[in-house]
């Protein structure tokens, strides 16, 4: 008796969501209330299937989004299959999955690919995972570590080779170097901190480091490892040796302050959001497009300019009016401060700043369903 | 066939035997056995067919697109990215090999002709549970435990025997080269090629052995007289289970390799070789579709070797049977 009255209730209670969910959905126009909707704010008002695809950098971040969106919203199927950014990019312009995540923003071919995918529309980029990228090393018996850039260069270009080398002296004048041979360990896998390690080697000391921005290593030889955790995992299993990795995931390591300006700073996810905030927006780009020209030379002594960005490219235009929404509720809660704060939790990654997250959520509240 | 049919009790058969033949040959369940069986076969051919279908579809492109066809010196030479690929795969097979298989084919004369049974027993086992390990726990067993602790190997082989062009260069730790990989994989293949090879050595006729010793052989005569030309060819064909194993082992390999590409024989050096396998598992996650296409190519090569080593080791299977 009594179960099947709490079925009952259960029905009910469900109808009335339904209901409500479906008032939300269809009353009124897009702009009359879709900046209600863009906040995520309402649990349980979205609901749908959505599939995204992209980069692996990004991976622990979508996994905790997509967890508590689905928390926040039983109604509502959000999954993320970490393909890589390529393959994501092009699952999204193929129409296969709703949204994508990217370490690379959508060049200007595939921006005019996208109108298929959107319904006539445009497809665009938000930042939403900004993660800073350490330097590791693991040498006995020096725990702090202080690096500039032309000298990093050298190291993993492999002019510098030794630890009590007169560069690294130099920036360390306080640290009893030992005599042993360096050995740099770089991603075996093409990657995109593969890509934003060079990248900053090339813009600050581009003398030194000749290879210019690649994701695949394009030094032949030498330590390697495969993923994030093998990288570290190298790193660990020898003296004298040091490499690039997701900060979150350096473990004991001990992680080089990179001269930024005069002075040498720690990485911290602040550093590293405030490095995006300080840098410039790509030119050229449509109004809700964001793409960073990250700044790698940067001398605020604030900003940790070793960073990685990893967008969520998504549709101005949707099929129907219910997708429409669970993007907008998705994406909305992604770059809410409680989104934020949950990849940061799982991930160590760094904040959106205000005037990020402000564009951002404009950005998203432009979505809207084919006419 | 006849008796079988005059047994069975059925009066309509007896009344009737000419049918009988006809009747038994149609049973159902003879039928779909029959059907099941040549299904199953033919399911192997066409999944063959399909992978290789599929595998010389999707790396057109790549074949299509290489500096050996379009003569662009700007594209990107498929023998110059597979060639080096190539070689580590089948480097550190034979590595592999050489390694395991006077191991393997030890432990099986112990078990089948040495030891007591009811050691034996227990040892057979073991040796079949460690088939039963997954791939990936070898590799973090090779690559957190094994490298350190090959490392004063590493260095005493490279000090004293560096003039042997196997152990020249310079190694530098962690120790994640070749030779760490090559001994994981003979880990990995020890319990396949013992297994075999064990089955095998049993199966030797006990009078020749008997015949041997009233000779006055001693065991280990009776063993290298009689035993092992017995078993040539089952060992042979182990070995060949065994390598094919290893040329197409990823995840092990992956975990334990510092990846390069070069024809360098110093397998002490790190970052010098890499296998098809596991070049494919890590380059596969961010590959764009034209370098996909070059994987898949390295696929289809990969296929192509084992192919090839297969037919070899029939070939001298069949040859020592003869002889």
């Not at chain 1, 897009?30 to 209600?36: E, F, L, N």
């Not at chain 1, 050995?183 to 480091?209: K, Q």
């Not at chain 2, 040329?247 to 975990?255: C, D, K, N």
């Given at each position: 008796m ?8 259960a ?36 609901s749908?299937?959505?599939a ?17 969106f ?5 109604e ?7 393909v ?33 995918a ?12 900004i ?39 130099a ?9 042993l ?7 075996s ?25 690649v ?63 300080l ?25 940790y ?5 990893s ?11 219910e ?16 989104g ?26 432009s ?5 | ?10 009066p ?7 049918e ?5 040959a ?14 199953s ?13 599929f ?14 066809v ?12 597979t060639?080096?690929l ?24 112990f ?7 009811r ?18 726990v070898?590799?973090l ?50 319990p ?14 006990r ?41 197409g ?49 390295t ?25």
């Amino acid at each position: 008796m009594n179960a099947r009255k709490n079925k009952l209730v259960a029905l009910a209670a469900l109808g009335l969501t339904g209901a409500l969910a479906l008032s939300a959905c269809g009353g009124g126009s897009p702009s009359a209330d879709g900046g209600s909707d863009a906040g995520g704010a309402q649990p349980g008002a979205a609901s749908g299937q959505l599939a995204g695809a992209g980069a692996s950098s990004a991976e622990s971040a979508q996994g905790a989004w997509t967890q508590n969106f689905i928390a926040l919203n039983p109604e509502a199927q959000v999954t993320y299959d970490s393909v890589g950014s390529s393959a994501g990019r092009e699952q999204f312009l193929a129409g296969g999955v709703q949204f994508a995540g990217s370490d690379a923003a959508l060049t200007e071919d595939e921006l005019a690919q996208s109108a298929e995918a959107c319904q006539g529309g445009t497809a665009f980029d938000l930042p939403v995972y900004i993660s800073p990228i350490a330097v590791v090393f693991n040498l006995e018996g020096v725990e702090d570590l202080q690096l500039s850039a032309p000298t990093i260069a050298g190291i993993f270009a492999g002019t510098i080779t030794t630890w009590n080398d007169p560069a690294i002296v130099a920036d360390n004048p306080e640290a009893t170097l030992p005599d042993l041979a360096i050995t740099p360990v770089h991603r075996s896998d093409g990657s995109g901190t593969t890509e934003n390690f060079t990248s900053y080697l090339s813009e600050t000391a581009g003398d030194v480091w000749t290879h210019g921005e690649v994701d695949e290593w394009p030094i032949e030889g030498g330590q390697s490892g495969d993923g994030t955790s093998g990288l570290v995992s190298v790193v660990e299993g020898g003296n004298g040796t040091i490499g690039y990795a997701d900060a979150s995931k350096a473990g004991n390591l001990g992680i080089a302050k990179v001269k930024v300006g005069e002075e040498y700073i720690e990485y911290s996810p602040e550093a590293a959001a405030k490095a995006v905030e300080l840098s410039p927006r790509a030119e050229g780009r449509s109004e809700h497009d964001i793409v960073m020209e990250l700044d790698r030379t940067i001398d605020d002594p604030g900003a940790y300019p070793i960073v990685l960005v990893s967008y969520l490219v998504l549709c101005d235009t949707y099929a129907d009016q219910e997708t429409a929404d669970l993007v907008k509720a998705y994406a909305g809660y992604v770059v809410s401060p409680e989104g934020q704060e949950a990849s940061a939790q799982a991930a160590g990654s760094a904040p959106l700043t205000e005037g990020l997250s402000t564009d951002a959520t404009a950005a998203i509240e432009s979505i809207k369903a084919a006419a | 066939m006849s008796t079988s049919a005059a047994a069975t009790p059925t009066p309509q058969k007896q009344s009737d035997p000419p049918e009988t033949k006809a009747r038994t040959a149609k049973r159902p369940g003879d039928l779909i056995f029959s059907g099941l069986s040549i299904g199953s076969g033919l399911l192997i051919f066409l999944t063959l067919l399909l992978v290789a279908v599929f595998l010389t579809i999707r790396s057109l492109p790549a074949i299509q697109s290489s500096r050996e066809v379009t003569g662009d010196a700007d594209a990107v030479s498929l023998l110059e990215y597979t060639a080096p690929l190539v070689f580590g795969t089948v480097f550190a097979a034979v590595l592999a090999l050489l390694m395991a298989v006077p191991v393997a084919v030890g432990i099986a004369l112990f078990i089948s002709h040495f030891a007591p049974r009811r050691l034996a027993t227990p040892l057979g086992f073991m040796i079949d549970l460690l088939a039963a390990v997954p791939s990936v726990v070898f590799g973090l067993w090779g690559g957190v435990w094994l490298v350190p602790r090959l490392e004063p190997l590493y260095m005493w082989l490279n000090t004293y025997l560096g003039w042997i062009p196997l152990f020249a260069g310079e190694p530098s730790a962690p120790m994640r080269n070749l030779a760490t990989a090559s001994v994981v994989l003979a880990v990995m293949i020890l319990p396949i090629i013992t297994a075999v090879s064990r089955e095998v050595f049993l199966q030797t006729p006990r009078l020749q052995e008997e015949a041997a010793l009233a000779l006055g052989a001693t065991r280990f005569e009776t063993i290298r007289t009689v035993v092992l030309p017995f078993g040539r060819s089952g060992v042979v064909s182990a070995s060949m289970l065994g390598l094919g194993r290893a040329l197409g082992e990823t995840m092990a390999v992956l975990m334990v390799l510092s990846p390069g590409s070069s024809f360098s024989l110093h397998i002490l050096e790190v970052g010098r070789h890499n296998s098809i396998a596991a070049n494919i598992a890590s380059q596969s996650a961010e590959a764009t579709p034209d370098v996909m296409a070059r994987l898949i190519f390295t696929g289809l090569v990969l296929f192509v070797i084992t192919f090839v080593i297969n037919a070899i080791a029939r070939a001298v299977v069949a040859r020592s049977t003869q002889g």
